[in-house]
C-alpha cells in the first residue's frame, strides 16, 4: 500500500517453503472471502461483510447546518483530485461545531488498501487507509471528524485536493469513489463559540505528505509568526509506509537475513525541533492497514484508527515567547529509525494573545536530547532466537510568555517508556514469530500566572501483541495462524490549583485471529477459525459512558451491543 507505483500483485509465490507475511498479503489480493449477505454503507447488519466501522457519530448541535460539498462522487486512480473551497454565506463564522464527513467505497473486485488524505489551504484535514474490496464485496463507509480546530482555514476561500492513489491494471480492477463535506453549525446561547486556534499550519511535503527514508530525513516548515503568539501545538501524523509498513517486527539488519525480517530494528519515534532547539517527540502508533499481514483478520473490522488516524498533540507552549520575537523560525519533523520509509504530515495550530501585541519570553529550561540510543538485546539456542528492544524518554521542557495576563510559565515533562519483545523459531517446517511491544508516554503539562495554577496529566497507552506461526507438512501443504492484539488508550486527569475537575478516558481495543490454508505451490486454498471483537469505550466528566462491542466471525459481523454503563 502507499502513495507510490503499484505493488506486487496476485501471483507472487515465495521461493522458499515459507510464506511471510508479506508474501501472503501479495497472495491474499485474488482472494476471494465468502459472498456475504447484502452489505449496507451505513448502520450495522448482522451477517453482512461490508466495512464495520465502530468509532459512534460525533455529536451534533440541534440547529441545522451550513453545507458545503467539497467533492461529490469522484472517482480516484493515480493523480489528486482538486476542489474549491468557500465560506457558507449564509452561515458566516466563527462557528458552534465544524465536521468534515466523508464516504468512501470500493466496487467489487481486487485491490490494495490505499492510503488518503483530504487538503485544504496546505493543511492535512484528514489522514487514513481504505478498506480492501474481494469479487464479491464492495466495501462502503462514512468517517466522521471534529475539524472546528482548523476554524481559521474555513473564514476564507481555499484550495484544495484530495488524494486516494489508486492504481488499476487487469488484475488490480477496483476503483475507488468518495464524496465529503463540511457541516458548520452557527453558534447559538446553547452552543456558543468555543475557542479555537488563530492560526493553522500545514505540515508536509509538496502536494502531500513528507516521505522521510532515514532517521536524518527531515520535513521543514519556515514560519513567520506574529508577536503575540499565547501557545502553540502541533498535532503530528508519523504513518509507517513501504520497508517500514510492519516496523514493529523488524529486527537488527545483521540478523535480518536468517529471521528472513525487515531490518533497521524495532524503534520508531516521532522528532521534532524549533530552530534546531529539541521541542518534542511523538511515539508511533502501529497502525496495521486492511491488507497487512492477512486481510482476513480486518473483514469486516478494521483495525484501530485504520480508517481514520488520531494524531498525536506535541505542546509547544513553552516556545510561545521565542516564537514571538518578530524573527523567522523553523520547525522540523524527523523519524527516528525510519527506514524507507515514513508519510508525515500535521498541523502546527497558533492560539494569540488578543489583549496584546507584543508577547515577550524565553526557554528556560530543555533536557530533551538530540538522538535516542535504544537498547537491543539479543540471544540465540539453536532454532530460537530472542531479540528485546527497549527505549526511555525523560524530559523537561519549561518556558515563560509575558502576556497580557501576566507572566505565564509553561512546563512540560514527558516520559515514554518503550519494549519490543520478540522470540523466533525457525525450521524447515516451522516459523514462528511472537511480539510483545508496549508504548508508555505521560505527558504532564503546568502552567502558572500569578498565584493560579492549572494541570493537564495525559497518559498515552499502546499495547501490541502479535503471534504468527506458519507451519509445513512434508507434502508442502501448509497453516498460517495468526492472532493479534492491538489497543489505543488515552487517560487525562486536568487540575486547578491542584484539585481534579475533570478526568477523560478512551480506549479502544481490537483482537481479530485467522488460520491461512495453502498450497505446495504457495497459492492460498481457504483459511478458517477467523474471528475479531472491537471494543470502543470513552467516559468523562459531564459525558458520561459509552461503550460499543462489535464482533464477527468467517468474515462477516456475528454480534454488535451499544451501552452507557461500562461497569
Not at 484528514?126 to 476554524?151: C, L, M, R, Y
Not at 521543514?220 to 510492519?246: G, I, K, W
Amino acid at each position: 500500500m502507499g502513495w507510490g507505483a503499484p505493488a506486487v500483485s496476485a501471483g507472487y509465490v515465495k521461493a522458499r517453503s515459507h510464506l511471510s507475511f508479506s508474501a501472503l498479503k501479495k497472495l491474499l489480493c485474488a482472494t476471494a472471502f465468502a459472498a456475504p449477505a447484502p452489505a449496507m454503507a451505513a448502520g450495522f447488519v448482522l451477517g453482512s461483510g461490508n466495512t464495520a466501522v465502530i468509532e459512534p457519530a460525533i455529536p451534533h448541535p440541534a440547529e441545522t447546518p451550513c453545507v458545503v460539498t467539497l467533492f461529490a462522487n469522484d472517482v480516484f486512480g493515480a493523480n489528486n483530485l482538486t476542489y474549491s473551497y468557500a465560506p457558507p454565506p449564509a452561515c458566516p463564522g466563527p462557528w458552534a461545531k465544524v465536521i468534515l464527513t466523508a464516504e468512501i467505497g470500493l466496487d467489487k473486485g481486487i485491490q490494495y488498501d490505499r492510503s488518503g488524505l483530504i487538503w485544504l489551504g496546505g493543511v492535512n484535514i484528514w489522514f487514513g487507509t481504505t478498506s480492501e474490496p474481494t469479487p464479491n464485496i464492495a466495501p462502503h463507509w462514512e468517517i466522521q471528524k471534529d475539524v472546528t480546530d482548523d476554524t481559521a482555514l474555513f473564514l476564507a476561500p481555499q484550495s484544495g485536493f484530495v488524494q486516494i492513489a489508486n492504481y488499476t491494471n487487469s488484475t488490480d480492477t477496483s476503483v475507488i469513489t468518495a464524496s465529503a463535506q463540511l457541516l458548520f453549525y452557527p453558534a447559538t446561547p446553547a452552543s456558543p463559540v468555543p475557542t479555537v486556534p488563530d492560526m493553522v499550519i500545514g505540515v508536509g511535503g509538496q502536494g502531500g505528505p513528507a516521505n522521510l527514508g532515514t532517521s536524518t530525513s527531515v520535513v521543514s516548515v519556515p514560519l513567520s509568526l506574529p508577536t503575540n503568539v499565547a501557545s502553540a501545538r502541533l498535532d503530528l501524523f508519523t504513518q509507517s509506509q513501504s520497508n517500514d509498513e510492519f516496523w514493529y517486527t523488524c529486527v537488527p539488519n545483521s540478523l535480518a537475513s536468517a529471521l528472513e525480517s525487515c531490518g533497521g530494528g524495532a524503534f520508531r519515534e516521532g522528532e521534532v525541533s524549533i530552530d534546531s532547539t529539541p521541542a518534542g517527540v511523538a511515539p508511533v502508533f502501529p497502525w496495521i492497514y486492511t491488507g497487512g499481514i492477512d486481510p482476513y483478520l480486518w473483514a469486516p473490522l478494521p483495525g484501530v484508527q485504520t480508517l481514520d488516524f488520531k494524531p498525536f498533540p506535541v505542546n509547544l507552549t513553552p516556545f510561545a515567547g521565542v516564537l514571538s520575537n518578530g524573527k523567522a523560525h523553523t520547525l522540523n519533523v524527523s523519524v527516528f529509525g525510519a527506514d524507507s520509509y515514513f508519510a508525515v504530515t500535521g498541523a502546527l495550530y497558533i492560539y494569540l494573545d488578543h489583549n496584546a501585541t507584543t508577547v515577550t519570553g524565553a526557554i528556560t529550561q530543555d533536557t530533551l536530547g538530540g538522538t535516542p540510543v535504544p537498547v537491543t538485546r539479543t540471544a540465540a539456542n539453536g532454532t530460537v532466537t530472542t531479540i528485546g528492544t527497549s527505549n526511555v524518554r525523560d524530559f523537561t521542557i519549561a518556558g515563560y510568555a509575558v502576556t497580557s495576563a501576566g507572566r505565564v510559565t509553561t512546563t512540560v515533562h514527558e516520559t515514554s517508556l518503550f519494549y519490543n519483545d520478540q522470540f523466533f523459531n525457525l525450521t524447515n517446517t516451522l516459523y514462528n514469530q511472537q511480539i510483545r511491544q508496549d508504548t508508555e508516554t505521560q505527558v504532564d503539562m503546568k502552567q502558572q500566572t500569578g498565584a493560579n495554577t492549572s494541570e493537564t496529566v495525559t497518559q498515552y497507552s499502546y499495547p501490541f501483541s502479535f503471534s504468527y506461526i506458519e507451519n509445513v507438512a512434508a507434502s508442502g501443504n501448509g497453516a498460517v495462524s495468526t492472532t493479534i492484539d492491538q489497543q489505543y488508550h488515552t487517560n487525562t486527569v486536568v487540575s486547578a490549583n491542584g484539585l481534579p475537575i475533570a478526568e477523560y478516558d478512551f480506549i479502544d481495543a481490537s483482537t481479530p485471529k485467522d488460520t491461512l490454508l495453502f498450497n505446495a505451490q504457495g497459492e492460498i486454498t481457504g483459511n478458517r477459525n477467523q474471528a475479531s471483537t472491537e471494543v470502543y469505550t470513552t467516559t468523562g466528566t459531564g459525558q458520561g459512558c459509552y461503550t460499543r462491542t462489535l464482533a464477527a466471525a468467517a468474515n462477516v459481523l456475528t454480534a454488535t451491543s451499544t451501552s452507557t454503563n461500562c461497569k
